[in-house]
């Protein structure tokens, strides 16, 4: 009678693991699924001196959640920077909905925005100001990264909060300049970035792909 009841017991405990393990899997699974994460070195005068990482995340709601993230440090003109910089977006409904962005050199902010659908416009405040606009960005900075861009000729230049006109140079490359005074040139291989190109007063930054 003690073996049958051990008998049972076991049978009882193999099944709750079974059914554990495949909960874990499938948890795991979801979540590789809704988020989807991007690496990328940061090249200055052909020394890496930081990196940047690029996610988008599926919520429970249907929205996705976008993350741009940086880090680096260099010596430019016997002057160190220490840079980081952080950018969030939101699409609701395969609407761009809002953005926050701010940037920070050597622990002080220097650059800081955010843009917010209201229900009829999208309000902005950042560092120049505050203003408003109503027409529905067809294509910001993310996705550059995520999605097909071959029909892009505006892009919504999120720090900046600014519409600005597209190149397509060639087949796999486009570029644009903005307002702070940066000249973007992106690279394509198979319709994913390789490379970015970010054109300074004083030098090139390359963002190189990591995988």
Known sequence: MINNCCTRFNKLDRIRLKTNCILVF????S???SAQIEHFDIILFGDKIGEMTVSREAKPDGSQFYIIESKSKAKILWISRDNYSHYETVYKNGK????IYKEIENDKVNRWGN???????????NYH??????ETPAFTIVNLYFDEVKKMNRVFYD????FVSVEHTDENTLEFKTSDGHRNVYHFVNGKIQQVDVHVSFATVKIVRVN
């Not at 100001?129 to 109503?134: D, E, I, P, V």
């Open 159 to 162: 720090t900046e909060a600014e």
């Open 129 to 134: 100001g505050k203003k408003s606009f109503t």
């Open 96 to 99: 761009f909905f809002s953005s």
């Open 115 to 125: 843009t917010q659908w209201d229900g009829s416009k999208y309000v902005v405040e």
């Open 31 to 33: 979540a590789v699924l």
């Open 26 to 29: 499938f948890l795991l699974g």
